[in-house]
């Protein structure tokens, strides 16, 4: 039989804070890469700062791109080890190895070619516009390949519950990213300074590293089985039932994704200074959605394993102290940074008109921070259950039409601004959130176990 964990503890017993606490650090510092790259480009250009942030929104379209895989292998693979399934374990690992290879290569492909001709769709200034192709290309292309395998690698780890080796390998890419960006924007030693495209490519190597780092963390837990050999012996079945898991429920992510690349050009007809304020303020407040996204990764997991087992009225229960938990956690960061939020902004900029803009929208963060908690956890319980489509259709509706509707509507349409555009991306969140309790509360989430 299948070890179920490091210590012979059955994995449906890990306390939630066992998972969360490592995914919360893995997620600060898996953050940091980008957000870091922002803060140290700001002492390069503002050109730069608007060039990568307006492509940070690809980068994460592509990664929910791969979530399509690792999000359906967490929820399966969760599911089957908490109902000891050790073969369908090895199945679902084969599978979905397999599929992250193809659509790693496939999206190397994609925006080696298409970053250009994407770019050109937008109204910037010329800087801006080759700051983006530089990063987009070196990292959303070069990069995808091994930012595919780690996001797999890290799922894979999660899922069997050792979270501290995701954590622990976060931090070392974060420090070598660091270093790098060092070299290529501050001309160390004499090295020449090559700005964006090193901070790309010092992103790139980081990956690559953390890459082989995963692999070799894998190999030390016997209980994990990590290789595609044997995989064309693999069903149908095995693929389906992944897919039919990942596509609805990182379908949510991408749509909300897609949503706000939408916004983002929406906001950058009001300027590069509200562009600058729209990236610095996603940057700094990004550190607050972590902890709700963080708790929502371990729930999904936590779920997948209750489920699993058929631990049903347990895992209604223990949903509620959690979202608590997290909305209180969130709401409680998202003031404190309010309270402190001029030192915060002036380490990224010193131009008055972008700082009081990025202070305006800590105000309206609290309003989206604590809805967003709401959301971000229940939705993660609903899909560690199995169930998806319902999600998938609310998200769908509500990013569009309170989200980008409410956007185009309140800061366009009648000229309000920034202010107008996060005050809609706020209401989508909580009203989302508020839909997801009603559906747990209702218990259907019950009866859409993975067979």
């Not at 298409?114 to 910037?124: C, K």
């Not at 102290?321 to 402190?340: A, M, P, R």
Request: charged share 10%; net charge positive; glycine share 10%.
């Amino acid at each position: 039989m299948m070890k179920e964990t490091n210590n012979g503890v059955s994995r449906a017993a890990l306390p939630l804070a066992t998972l969360a606490i490592p995914i919360v650090f893995e997620s600060f510092f898996r953050t940091l890469v980008s957000s870091i790259d922002a803060i140290m480009l700001s002492s390069y250009s503002q050109e730069s700062v608007a060039g990568v942030g307006l492509v940070t929104q690809y980068i994460f379209f592509i990664q929910i791109l791969f979530n399509v895989i690792c999000i359906g292998t967490s929820i399966v693979l969760a599911q089957y080890l908490g109902a000891r399934r050790e073969e369908d374990c090895r199945a679902v690992t084969q599978g979905s190895i397999v599929m992250i290879s193809c659509a790693g290569l496939a999206i190397a492909l994609a925006v080696g070619f298409g970053a250009g001709p994407l770019l050109s769709f937008y109204r910037i200034e010329e800087g801006v516009r080759t700051f983006a192709w530089q990063y987009l290309a070196i990292f959303g292309g070069l990069g995808s390949v091994f930012v595919a395998f780690n996001l797999l690698q890290a799922t894979i780890l999660r899922s069997y519950g050792y979270t501290k080796d995701a954590m622990f390998i976060s931090i070392v890419a974060n420090v070598l990213n660091v270093i790098g960006n060092s070299f290529s924007l501050y001309g160390w030693f004499g090295l020449p300074v090559t700005g964006v495209i090193g901070v790309a490519s010092s992103s790139t190597v980081s990956q690559i590293v953390a890459c082989f780092l995963f692999a070799w963390r894998i190999k030390k837990h016997p209980d994990v089985f990590f290789s595609a050999r044997g995989a064309r012996s693999i069903g149908k079945e095995t693929y389906r039932k992944i897919l039919s898991i990942g596509i609805p429920t990182a379908g949510e992510n991408l749509s909300y994704n897609v949503g706000q690349i939408t916004i983002m050009a929406m906001v950058s007809t009001l300027g590069t200074w509200a562009m600058s304020a729209q990236v610095y303020a996603q940057t700094i407040v990004r550190f607050v959605m972590l902890i709700a996204f963080s708790i929502g990764n371990a729930v999904q997991i936590k779920m997948g394993y209750l489920v699993g087992s058929r631990r049903l009225d347990e895992a209604y229960r223990k949903l509620w102290g959690y979202q608590l938990t997290g909305t209180l956690i969130s709401f409680t960061l998202v003031i404190l940074l309010n309270f402190i939020k001029g030192p915060i902004v002036g380490i990224f900029t010193h131009e008055a008109e972008i700082a009081a803009i990025t202070c305006s929208l800590f105000v309206v963060s609290i309003y989206i921070e604590t809805g967003r908690s709401i959301n971000l956890i229940t939705i993660s319980a609903l899909k560690g259950s199995g169930d998806v489509k319902f999600p998938v259709f609310t998200g769908i509706c509500t990013t569009w039409l309170f989200g980008v509707g409410g956007s185009w509507l309140v800061g366009l349409h009648l000229g309000i601004g920034m202010i107008g555009i996060w005050l809609a991306v706020g209401t989508d969140e909580t009203l989302r959130g508020l839909i997801m309790l009603g559906r747990w509360k209702s218990k259907r989430w019950q009866t859409k176990a993975i067979g």
